[in-house]
Every structure is written in structure tokens, then in C-alpha cells.
């Protein structure tokens, strides 16, 4: 069974992580999908974790993006129809495990950091979610205990009156490209969107418009993504993940 990891930890931490399942686990698999999530940005660690679980079968998918890390939220393991995830419980694994369908929700006993030798208030990642891996490799639930719930988080929390958009840009690629939370299928009716003064009409292709333009299209998270072909939207306009209004053209 594979391991995938996504953290907002850069670069130091995730092995350190690594070096905890593969000492419990030497049999382990471990996938990096990320470890450049914004700091403490659960919904954008949520997102990009939708986006990635379902081209895996039968995975274990550790999402560690945890502001309330040492305080009283629950570290889970959630048991899926085809997968188990391995997170705080912030709502991060929420929108992917209700997909898959969630059977099971369990508690990691604190414990099991003994399994580690340590147990900082800052580092759950290495003293908690790591070993819980190596356990789950191993079919070992002993620090495992069955709760009712996990908390949600909604990814799809945009509105659309027709006229306004409201989206949230949850997501800045490297090329710039602002990637919201707004599925394709609301949006056929769009010709384009206006934000800052900036109009960004709706294309298939980058290559609809000169090098240098606008442009707005579904990108490959299946979302509205406002862009600049051969260039960065996020430097034009200066925005980071949030919530944006866009005014619709028609």
C-alpha cells in the first residue's frame, strides 16, 4: 500500500517524518505530493488533497496541515471504501473521505509517540501521524480508538447569482495562474470575468489569446482558473488565496 504525505512543512521536516515510518516500517512506499502548502492553510491542504487522493488505489494519505497542533483536536485515521487518511481533525481530510465514503473514524491515542521516544507539542507529524502509518501498514489498530464524527469542511463554498461571483482563489501554482473553487459546471453560461478592472475572458486553451493576455478557462482541478498566457495573474494583480468577488460577462 502506497503512502502519500502533504504537508505545509517544507523541506526540513517531511523527512525527518520519512525516517519515523521507514524505522517502524521499512516495507514503506512514500509518495510526496506536496510539502508547499501556505502555512496553516487547511482548506488550501484540503483542496489540493481532493485533487490528488482519487489517482491512487488502495493508499495511505497523510495530510498534516495543523494550526491547532499540542491543543485538544483529535489526530484521526479514517477508513475509506478504497483508502485510510491520516490527519488532524481541522475538517483537511473531510472533503476526500466523505467521497471515497467513510466506514470508520478513529482516534490516535497520544501513546503512541512512544513508539517515536518523543512527544513535542509542535510536531505531531513525527511523534503521531508517523508511527500511526507505520501501524496501519502493519494491520496494528492497538492505538486506534472508534469515535462517531470528524469535523466537515465545505470546498465548494462559492455563490453565483448570475451576475457576481463569489469564488475563493485557494490555490497559486508556480506559473501564477489563480486557481479557484468554482467547478466547471456552473459556469457554462460565462463569457468571462472581470477583477481589478481586469477583463479575463472565458477560453479552452491558453493559446485562445496572445501571448501576454488574460484569459479565464477550467485548468485541471476541473475549476476556474484565471490566468495570463506565458505569464502570472498573481503578479499582475497582486492576490493571494482568499475570497475574491468577479464581476460576470455576458
Known amino acids: 500500500m502506497l503512502i502519500t504525505l502533504l504537508t505545509d512543512f517544507g523541506d526540513f521536516y517531511p523527512g525527518v517524518m520519512k525516517g519515523v515510518i521507514l524505522s517502524l516500517a521499512p516495507e514503506a512506499k512514500i509518495i510526496d505530493i506536496t510539502h508547499s502548502v501556505d502555512p496553516q492553510n487547511v482548506f488550501q491542504g484540503a483542496f489540493l488533497l481532493y485533487h490528488s487522493y482519487r489517482f491512487f488505489r488502495n493508499a495511505i494519505h497523510v495530510a498534516v496541515v495543523d494550526p491547532g497542533v499540542g491543543g485538544d483536536r483529535k489526530a484521526l485515521v479514517i477508513k475509506t471504501k478504497h483508502h485510510f487518511f491520516v490527519a488532524p ?135 476556474l482558473e484565471l490566468s495570463i498566457r506565458e505569464g502570472s495573474a498573481q503578479k499582475l494583480l497582486g492576490i493571494s488565496p482568499g475570497v475574491v468577488e468577479l464581476e460576470v460577462l455576458r
Request: aromatic fraction near 12%.
Open 89 to 223: 481533525d481541522n475538517g483537511i481530510a473531510y472533503p476526500s473521505a466523505s467521497e471515497d465514503g467513510i466506514i470508520e473514524i478513529y482516534e490516535i491515542d497520544s501513546k503512541i509517540s512512544e513508539l517515536v521516544g518523543e512527544l513535542s507539542a509542535t510536531f505531531h507529524g513525527r511523534d503521531i501521524f508517523a508511527p500511526a502509518v507505520a501501524l496501519l501498514l502493519k494491520g496494528d489498530f492497538s492505538y486506534f480508538r472508534r469515535v462517531e464524527c470528524m469535523k466537515s469542511l465545505d470546498l465548494f463554498d462559492y455563490s453565483f447569482d448570475g451576475e457576481n461571483l463569489r469564488a475563493r482563489i485557494v490555490y497559486v501554482d508556480k506559473f501564477g495562474n489563480l486557481i479557484t473553487n468554482v467547478p466547471a459546471n456552473v459556469l457554462k453560461s460565462a463569457k468571462g470575468f472581470k477583477l481589478l478592472d481586469i477583463e479575463f475572458p472565458m477560453v479552452r486553451t491558453y493559446s485562445d489569446v496572445p501571448i501576454g493576455k488574460p484569459l479565464a478557462l477550467i485548468g485541471s482541478f476541473g475549476t
